[in-house]
């Protein structure tokens, strides 16, 4: 990377004494006071439910306008107070990209995409095209200019949804976990044209991210956000990640990998095969005339602690509802204990398996979180209900919002929540998609400890997953899905010494592996 000095500092955004709550509630951020200066990289760090969403909505102001909540204090833009601009303007300024692109969405087609954006920003037709062009060539889209939005790559969205932001020429430009969903090398990749729009356009860009360990050398500065949404500090990483580390232990945040020389990773031991529990046969999928899954062969053993790995829109998702019997296959068939899936009933395999969604609002269906991890109990009818509740909603920290509706709680909250709603009983297979995604450091491994200890009482989890530290530390068995086959079935250490596997798959060595084992632009 060419590093372009940026230019002098000059102040962008300032917030003073700024709180905001919703409605008859404690305020969510509390008294901050910070600047943003121009071409700046900020990191935002704060554990799950501290507020940084909540932050990132206020700084673009869709907070208060679009909830029922109150501010004090003040937020300014180029020394104008956000409450006065302009309807739509502030959004021109500020742009936020978030995990989730679909979200984003209006159109079917990129072009139509960016072209409606460019619309509502009353854009004169002329310029239209040639804004188009420019903003599809600076991230790398332009031979998807005609593509459906729907059958591109998770990384290949999330650039659409950056050059929609960026036609808007944001000062500020906020990355709310917007790499989340993305397989480790379009998440590296997404970090790298980051810094090139930056460094091209000077904009300041503000990183919303729990796992931050692809933005350490972009980032310059951290602010870290408390439990009780107040500014703890800020400051530059070597810093916080040095002497301000005690602090961000005890907050639950996690320290950047680089920032671990003394990192201990704790292996599981491996596990003797149980018996065959799933056997997969000659099983192919497709969608819309579009195979996804080819003949694919596979047995997985009772109690095996397994992961689905691969690029986004390998089919691992599809792979893991083919085996839950969330989807059918094509061909091929699956058994479950012998037995073909099909022919199990439905009360019978909800009973010994659970699965929890990628999208966790999948799987709401009340109105509180009680009652979510309740449903289940109830109809089993389980007895004692109210204590287990409780004490699942205290393990996943989600007891002080025993009564919130499932909806109205932070991103990590509810994949808590979803994960939550599973465990009530132990049983036999659980299906996890990307179960730790949004997780500070300290809910992954009440997580994490919470799935050890049920595979310890027998349960075999199978478990989609883009963290390859997560395979490395937890799993004995890895699957790896590429171009509908499976390319890969064995031991994590195997899968990390095929380098060229590893490449074509879009995946990357744990950290520990990555000073001995260089590769291309990974190091
Ligand atoms: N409901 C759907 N309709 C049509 N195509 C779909 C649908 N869901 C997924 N696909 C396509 O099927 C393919 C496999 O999707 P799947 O979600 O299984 O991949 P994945 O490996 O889990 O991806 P990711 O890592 O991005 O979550 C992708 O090309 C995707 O675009
Ligand atoms: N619509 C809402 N109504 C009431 N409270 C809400 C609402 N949305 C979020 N909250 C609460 O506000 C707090 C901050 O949420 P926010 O999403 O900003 O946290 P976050 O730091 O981004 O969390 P995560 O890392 O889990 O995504 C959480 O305690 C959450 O439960």
Known sequence: MNAKPLNSKQLLMEVSDFSFAFEEESPILNQ????????ECCLVAGASGSGKSTLALCL?????????????????????NIADFPQGKLSQ??????????????????????????????????????????VLKETGML??????????????????ALASVLLMEPDLLILDEATANLDPMSSFEFTRLIQQVRQKRNCAVLVIEHQPDDWMDIVERVLV????????????????YGAGRPLLIKEGIHIPLSYQEDRNVHKNPPQMHGEKLITLQNVSFSRKNKSILQNINVTFHRGEFIAIVGENGAGKSTLLQLLARLLTPESGNVKLDGIPLQDWTERELRRIS?????????????????????????????????????????????EQFADANPFAISGGQ????????????????LFFDEPTFGQDAKTTKELMRLITELREQGTTIIFVTHDMELVDEYCERVLLLLEGKTAFDGSPEELWSRKSLLQKARLRLPYSMRKERAYGIVN
Do not use: W
Not at 32 to 39: D, I, K, P, Q, T
Not at 105 to 133: G, S, T, W, Y
């Open 414 to 429: 509810k994949r808590r929540l979803s994960v939550a709603t599973m465990l009530d009983d132990t049983p036999d297979i």
């Open 354 to 398: 659970g699965y929890v969604f990628q999208n966790p609002e999948h799987q709401f269906i009340t109105d509180t979180l009680y009652d979510e991890v309740a449903f289940g109990m109830k109809l089993n009818g389980e007895k004692e209900i109210d204590a287990k509740v409780q004490e699942l909603l205290t393990a996943f920290q989600l």
């Open 32 to 39: 901050l006071n910070f600047s943003l200066f121009s071409g």
């Open 225 to 240: 956000i408390g439990k009780e949404g107040t500014l703890l500090a800020d400051d530059s990483p070597d810093n916080i």
């Open 93 to 134: 300024s500020v742009g936020v990209v978030f995990q989730d692109p679909e979200s984003q969405f209006c159109m079917m087609k990129v072009e139509d995409e960016l072209a409606f954006v460019l619309e509502n920003q009353q854009a004169p037709r002329e310029r239209m095209q040639e804004a188009i062009h420019s």
């Open 143 to 160: 031979d998807q200019k005609h593509a459906l939005i729907h059958e591109l790559s998770g990384g290949q969205k999330q650039k659409i």
């Open 60 to 80: 673009n102001g869709l907070y208060p306008d679009t909830v029922e909540g109150e501010t004090k204090g003040n937020i300014s833009c180029r020394s104008q």
